[in-house]
């Protein structure tokens, strides 16, 4: 009864009302166990919250100084019995808090996944998101798709500094570490669209360094593999596009791949047009996406991509924006 009141002290806290990026409403198994051992730990938290408040509140009153009281009190030192009742309580309450805590690391580690799983190498990049899939052969910048129902496990590094990688829905934290590889696992249990943050302070984005979890059914799960890897055979819709893919073989592919081809320095854009935010941030529309390839450091200060507003004219930025918003792998 009282984590309803918490959740709302947190969503308030923390300006945001998101169903999906809370720990507290957790959407799959890893998150689940994770929340039993948050909830433990709060509600003891609380009980010796109380029994110190209502100690403190008793002493004050009792022992206030009273209306003609000269002086200090007698002074007391040393109480053995007392030392061993407050030696002895909170090496309980650790125990209590350190048993299920190792039982259920131990849990995720046994239910670590070497079967039937979708494997994912996830790079952190200051400031977006790469997910490799190396058994599929698809790459992803930004929206990581997985399947329902399944594990996921992860291959968590970094091309830089030390990030944090985090879905509140599905599962704790992980660090990703320059020149490391660390490993975890989780599984969504229903469809659905879940937040997911860096939780590790990175440079001047670290707050706007945001990425989406997609998690579809198996079967749409398949057809995104099969429209992923089927990218590589589109063509632009338009003249402007056609001559927006020129501009962008030209200036962009060194960075960003698109069906496969290009360069691993910025986000994969095979799915750009599929995309609702720009960036990971801005609206998706094409003005935020010409205002973005103008001058990226004036919306994510300290990310590597140089400005192209004065490289290129207004009209190749237009075209470059049209060709971009073509690369949809969804109707
Ligand atoms: Cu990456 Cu904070």
Partial sequence: RLLPI?????????????????????????????????????????GVFIVVMVIFTYVLVKFRKRPGQTGIPKQVEGNHKLEIIWTTIPIILLLVLAIPTVITTFDLAEKFPSEDVVNVKVTAHQFWWEFDYPDLEVSTGQDLYIPTGKKVQFQLTSADVIHSFWVPAL?????????????????????????????????????????KVVAVSPEEFDTW?????????????????????????????????????????????????DRDKVAGILEY?????????HDPQSKKPGNLMPAFGDKLSDQEIDSLVEYLDGLKINE
């Fill in 6 to 46: 918490v959740a709302l002290a947190m969503f308030v806290l923390t300006g945001c009302g998101d169903p999906y990026l809370s720990a507290l409403d957790p959407k799959g198994p890893v998150a689940e166990s994770q929340l039993s051992l948050i909830k433990l730990s709060f509600y003891i938290m609380l």
């Fill in 171 to 211: 599962a704790g934290k992980t660090d990703t570490n320059p020149g490391m590889v660390n490993h975890m696992w989780f599984q969504a249990d229903q469809p659905g669209v879940y937040q997911g943050k860096c939780a590790e302070l990175c440079g001047p984005s670290h707050a706007l360094m945001d990425f």
């Fill in 225 to 273: 593999v099969g429209k992923m890897k089927a990218a590589a055979e589109r063509t632009p819709a338009t003249a402007t596009a056609q001559q927006g893919q020129e501009i962008f073989n030209k200036s962009c592919l060194g960075c960003h791949a698109v069906g496969g081809q290009g360069g691993k320095m910025g986000p994969n854009l095979t799915a750009f047009g």
């Fill in 285 to 293: 529309n094409k003005e935020n996406i010409a205002a973005w390839i």
